[in-house]
């Protein structure tokens, strides 16, 4: 993770929640390297996406949920730590997109193989990694980078995440899969609008230079 200008940065309350400055202080302690925070984020989606495809059921749809949130608390503490440790690094952009892609298309594509649609998974993840090319294509064009939704990258964890509570509930009850494909249904769909929202405040942004 790089320090990046204060536009370029998604607002997030949570930083300036005690508990986050606690474990940045904790992390910057401890001397663990942002970049690091960032390939961690990937394992816990990878653990997450695996135990979901491999061993479906109650159990691995909660274990998922936590695997989502522990995913973004890395993604939280990594540029915390990069910018409030001062511990940025050459790589730090790389960092900071490259294992979001990858966690973001590790759940989504886990996600369509768990309801029986593999291709709405794939679609989705397609989807969702166009959103943040979008996102920093405008940067590149020297905008500030467009954090809308409606399924930006926090949007689409809580809609899993709460597929995934709803998913053990229906399970244990009537042994469906609804509250998933739905799931994954609201993160393509989602996506692809984000895509189109972004998109036409970029042009309209171009335009009024």
């Keep these: 993770m790089d320090a990046e200008p204060v536009a370029n940065r998604r607002p997030l309350t949570s930083r300036s929640t005690g508990w986050a400055r606690f474990l940045t202080d904790l992390l910057i302690r401890t001397g663990v390297s942002p970049n690091a925070i960032s390939v961690i984020s990937v394992g816990f989606a990878a ?10 059921g109650a159990a691995s749809l909660l274990v998922l949920a936590l695997c989502v949130q522990l995913r973004l608390l890395c993604n939280l503490l990594d540029g915390m730590v990069a910018i409030e440790g001062k511990r940025q690094s050459p790589t730090g952009a790389l960092f900071n997109e490259v294992p979001d892609r990858l966690a973001d298309s590790l759940f989504i594509v886990a996600l369509g193989y768990a309801v029986g649609e593999p291709a709405l998974g794939w679609f989705g993840a397609l989807a969702a990694a166009i959103t943040a090319y979008i996102r920093v294509l405008g940067g590149s064009l020297g905008l500030a980078q467009d954090f809308r939704g409606p399924m930006a990258k926090p949007h689409r964890m809580a809609v899993l995440t709460v597929a995934c509570v709803l998913g053990v509930v229906e399970g244990w009850i009537w042994h469906t899969q609804w509250a ?4 994954a249904w609201i993160i393509a769909v989602g996506s692809v609008i984000t895509c189109i929202t972004r ?11």
């Design 47 to 56: 653990a997450g996406a695996a135990l979901l495809i491999l061993r479906p």
């Design 199 to 209: 998109l036409v405040a970029i042009a309209r942004q171009l335009r009024a230079r």
């Design 180 to 183: 998933l494909l739905l799931a």
